[in-house]
């Protein structure tokens, strides 16, 4: 049954055994996450990195777990973090800089013919609202999807 509506539709609660599953996975990235912030806790770029890939293959996962009113949400988060993974790859972590993950991020959003900032906007905060009302809180992951592209004009 439905928790919630935003545009695109009713958001749908999450089947038997995603949460549990979702803390789980969710908790062993943020440890790979936390594992290169720096001891006072700031998010240089190198946790940046590791924070969007983290995502990314956060995404992957909860694809498939996800009830068919959220697929379309999922595949539009997945592909572009898929793509940007792709890029984020190819930077070596340890010399990677802010500049240079926010180019990329960026560009990808405003230049790819693909990708609609107020799409993806809309898509990041029904997966939120959806792991929000399935599950609660505690997610961080999940929680800043919504907050990422928040700042972007259409988003």
Not at 26 to 52: I, K, P, Q
């Amino acid at each position: 049954m439905p928790t919630t509506t935003l545009a695109g539709g009713p958001i749908p609660a999450a089947a038997t055994g995603f949460c549990a599953s979702l803390a789980v996975v969710s908790g062993e990235l943020v440890l790979e996450v936390e594992s290169v912030v720096a001891a006072d806790g700031t998010l240089d770029a190198r946790s940046h990195h590791a924070l969007l890939l983290a995502t990314r293959n956060l995404l992957a996962w909860t694809s498939n777990r996800v009830p068919p009113a959220m697929s379309s949400d999922l595949r539009l988060l997945t592909g572009v973090y898929a793509d940007l993974g792709v890029q984020l790859d190819r930077l070596d972590p340890e010399t990677v800089t802010m500049p240079r993950i926010q180019a990329l991020v960026f560009s990808y959003i405003f230049d790819s013919a693909d990708v609609n900032a107020a799409e993806l906007g809309l898509s990041a905060r029904r997966l939120s609202a959806f792991v929000a009302g399935s599950c609660g809180g505690g997610y961080p992951l999940m929680a800043s999807l919504a907050d990422l592209f928040a700042e972007v004009p259409g988003g």
